[in-house]
C-alpha cells in the first residue's frame, strides 16, 4: 500500500498522536482504565499537546495507519470517551 514520506521524500520514522475527551456527566471509564488500555496497544501518556504517542518502528504505511486507528476505536468502544488521532 501507499507509504506515507515526509516532503523531502525521504523515509522516516513516524508517530502517531492521540488527544482523548472525557464526558464530564459520569458517562465514560475512568482516565486510568482509559490509560491501562490504550498502553496495551502501545501508546505512551503524553505531556503537552497530546495526550498519548504511538512511536513506530518501521515506515508507516496508511494501512498501518488504518489499522491503529481500527485497534483504538475497538479498545476505547464502551468507555464513553471520544478520541482524534493524528499521524505525523
Known sequence: MDTI???KSE???MKTYL?????SDGDSSS????NNR???????PIHGLYDYVFEWNKVVT???VLRIGDKVQLTLSGTGV?????TV
Not at 482516565?31 to 482509559?34: G, I, L, M, S
Not at 471520544?82 to 493524528?86: P, R
Open 5 to 7: 514520506i515526509n516532503e
Open 11 to 13: 523515509y522516516k520514522l
Open 19 to 23: 488527544s482523548i475527551w472525557y464526558n
Open 31 to 34: 482516565p486510568t482504565e482509559v
Open 38 to 44: 490504550l498502553m496495551s496497544l502501545g501508546f505512551k
Open 62 to 64: 496508511l494501512d498501518d
Open 82 to 86: 471520544l478520541f482524534k488521532i493524528e
